[in-house]
């Protein structure tokens, strides 16, 4: 998948998670942009984005994971 | 809501969880509100907030306080600040494999597994009797589920050191604890996991990230079979099924193929799977779940099909059969009507989804589960939790025996025109006295299911009906109300605290199965009885309005109370001067 094909689908995973339409995501977005990103809802971020692109990240992937764009990457190299 | 029947999808319930709780609460749906401490051993934040929907889902608004992480046994035995203010209804200790792991017995061992499963049971023994004695709530408890590795391969299961034989010991302990402990109650994680599956179950990169016991995914089954304990302590429970009988109870429309042509018994694949289904229904009544019949068929043909040779169900195990071409939400309200319970006390099971879809949308708060194939009918109705049975009373066991007496007292009234002369014809006789430790469990249960004759509609937990039997200040009455047809049980609780010479009545409830037999009569003179005995000069009534009392709104005016005062919103206060109290009952015979 290239990085112009997941935008659109992970933005809707975000907005899903939590519960806000108006989220518009970016590779430079992190947790401090997005109000309700704590660690309880990081964990279903993860999880619903493991879910959408049938994917599992790995403990080091996940901890080292500094901004979106470091998700889309890894999702880039690894969905069908 | 539908999203949340089973089987529901728990990644949905996951990612789109923040949508379903705005939905439930702008549903404009009365909750009662309730306080739940959640002592984990592993992270629970999610847990809780599954937990969260399927209890706003059963009517239950709950305020959650959650223990530090792994510091659930500390709170329990030693309190904790919070905890102590936060006066919880239930304390939930949230445990996995996880937390017994320290106990496990070491491979080589010598005659030490006794003593670890001994160790374990004192360390949780320690923690539920602290909160049973410190907070005086009911407790639920997980037992525990197979661990994700066996060091002994299948010897595991049988080694005296083997940890997976260890779980199963430290299990039937809980589970002994659990039945000589009222209000405690186990969540079965042990059938929970074996149920998701093992393999699914175990997530380690989910225990070591954010420890979590178990995969994120499984924590709505989890939190489900959680919320169908609560909402059973609560009351909430489902009381009967409307059964549709063609395709649902045998295969083929009897009307169409005769008797002989339905599908039940042991000849076919398909006949087997209704032959099942009718003896799962059996034993569900067994428990005191009621069936009825709600048919679309000329009544004689649904007899008959009901006295199929091969079949298990018989007419005699439905307390009502509405076989007819009405619309069928038409027969569930009126058979509702005949039995004296609410329509959301009803399951309704149909194959067909038409009928499904016009019942669920017309028949206020029935659950319809969402049927496929009948292979599958047990599993949903079963999963589904209706009828989770936090207790079972001899009660329940005779239920559908006396819901059928009161059908043949019914009858007997038709042959009277006098209705005083029809009681009297029922030779009744009622038993009634303070409270007795071998009726606790039916009268917390009364406490917990009673909506409609009753003035406070206060719940009880075991406990606190045990406090109250124990305590001199309050005054307790049971009335047991028997008759020619049969026993019809307790049926009847007071409460009443006394003050001075003042005694303030804070539970008043009756079964709707003897109404207007002046067993309420029965009570009232009962307890002045004792109130005079004990130098009472005035009892004091209250009644707060539900949704379903209205019935005992003017009860305490017939009584002969004098309303003191009453609020804006219609709660009353009532008072009573004993002197010169004259009987009221006619017509039962009273042992007291």
């Not at chain 2, 017995?105 to 049973?132: N, S």
């Not at chain 2, 299948?154 to 430290?170: A, H, P, Q, V, Y």
């Not at chain 2, 071409?325 to 067909?352: L, Y």
């Not at chain 2, 209705?419 to 009297?424: C, F, R, V």
Request: hydrophobic share 40%; net charge negative.
């Amino acid at each position: 998948m290239t990085e112009n094909e997941i935008i659109p689908s992970l933005t809707k995973v975000f907005r899903n998670v939590f519960d806000d339409d108006t989220i518009v995501i970016t590779r430079r977005t992190t947790a401090d942009d997005i109000d309700d990103w704590d660690s309880l809802e990081h964990i279903n971020l993860i999880a619903a984005v493991e879910r959408r692109y049938r994917i599992r990240f790995t403990m080091k992937e996940v901890s080292s994971m500094k901004n979106v764009g470091e998700m889309i990457d890894i999702i880039a190299a690894r969905a069908k | 809501m539908k999203e949340l029947e089973y089987p529901f999808d728990p990644a949905l319930l996951l990612s789109q969880r923040k949508r379903l709780r705005r939905e439930l609460t702008a549903d404009g749906k009365k909750r009662i509100k309730k306080k739940i401490a959640i002592l984990g051993g592993s992270t629970t934040n999610t847990f809780v907030k599954m937990f969260d929907l399927f209890l706003l889902d059963e009517g239950i608004e709950c305020e959650f306080l959650e223990s530090e992480y792994d510091r659930w046994w500390q709170d329990a035995v030693f309190g904790s600040e919070d905890l102590n203010a936060f006066a919880p209804d239930i304390v939930y200790i949230f445990t996995s494999w996880r937390n017994l792991e320290r106990f496990f017995p070491q491979t080589g061992e010598k005659d030490g597994a006794a003593k670890h499963a001994d160790e374990c049971l004192a360390y949780f023994t320690k923690a539920w009797d602290a909160l049973r004695e410190r907070c005086h709530c009911v407790i639920i408890q997980n037992n525990t589920e197979l661990p994700p590795y066996r060091l002994l391969g299948n010897r595991d299961c049988w080694d005296e050191n083997g940890s997976t034989l260890f779980i199963g010991k430290m299990n039937l302990l809980f589970a002994q604890y659990a039945q000589t402990h009222g209000s405690f109650y186990i969540n079965d994680l042990a059938y929970q996991a074996a149920a998701y599956g093992l393999e699914a179950w175990h997530d380690l990169q989910a225990w070591y990230m954010y420890k979590l016991a178990m995969k994120l995914e499984a924590y709505p089954s989890v939190a489900a079979n959680a919320a169908h304990i609560v909402k059973s302590v609560f009351g909430k429970n489902k009381k009967a099924i409307a059964l549709d009988l063609d395709n649902t109870l045998w295969g083929g429309v009897v009307g169409d193929d005769g008797v002989e042509g339905i599908q039940i018994g042991r000849e076919t694949a398909a006949s087997e799977c209704f032959e099942e289904f009718q003896k799962y229904l059996k034993k569900l009544s067994k428990t005191g779940v009621m069936l009825t019949v709600a048919s679309k068929n000329d009544r004689q043909n649904a007899i008959d099909g009901l006295n199929h040779p091969e079949g298990v169900l018989r007419p005699d195990d439905f307390i009502v059969i509405k076989a007819n071409w009405d619309p069928k939400d038409r027969n569930i309200a009126d058979t509702a009507h005949e039995m004296n319970i609410g329509t959301d006390a009803f399951v309704f099971v149909d194959d067909n989804p038409t009928e499904r879809a016009l019942v669920s949308r017309s028949v206020n708060g029935i659950s319809v589960p969402e049927l496929t194939t009948p292979e599958t009918y047990i599993q949903t109705i079963d999963r589904s939790g209706f009828f989770e049975a936090t207790e079972v009373t001899a009660d329940d066991a005779g239920r559908n025996d006396m819901y059928k007496a009161n059908a043949q007292r019914a009858q007997r009234q038709t042959e009277f025109t006098d209705y005083g002369e029809y009681l009297i014809s029922l030779k009744m006789t009622a038993e009634i006295k303070p409270f007795n430790i071998i009726y606790i469990p039916r009268i917390t249960q009364l406490t917990n299911k009673s909506n409609q004759f009753n003035l406070t509609t206060r719940r009880y937990t075991q406990q606190e009906i045990e406090q109250c039997s124990a305590d001199k200040d309050t005054l307790t009455l049971y009335g047991k109300l028997t008759d020619i047809f049969g026993d019809n049980g307790v049926v009847a609780v007071v409460i009443a605290k006394k003050s001075g010479t003042n005694a303030d009545i804070e539970l008043w409830l009756m079964s709707c199965r003897v109404l207007k037999k002046d067993m309420e009569y029965a009570m009232l003179d009962t307890l002045v009885a004792h109130c005079i005995r004990q130098n009472v000069k005035t009892l004091t009534g209250y009644y707060c309005p539900t949704a379903k009392n209205a019935m005992v709104k003017e009860l305490y005016c017939d009584f002969g109370f004098t309303k003191v005062s009453e609020d804006a919103s219609g709660n009353t206060v009532w008072r009573l001067e004993l002197d010169g109290y004259t009987k009221k009952n006619r017509y039962i015979t009273v042992e007291d």
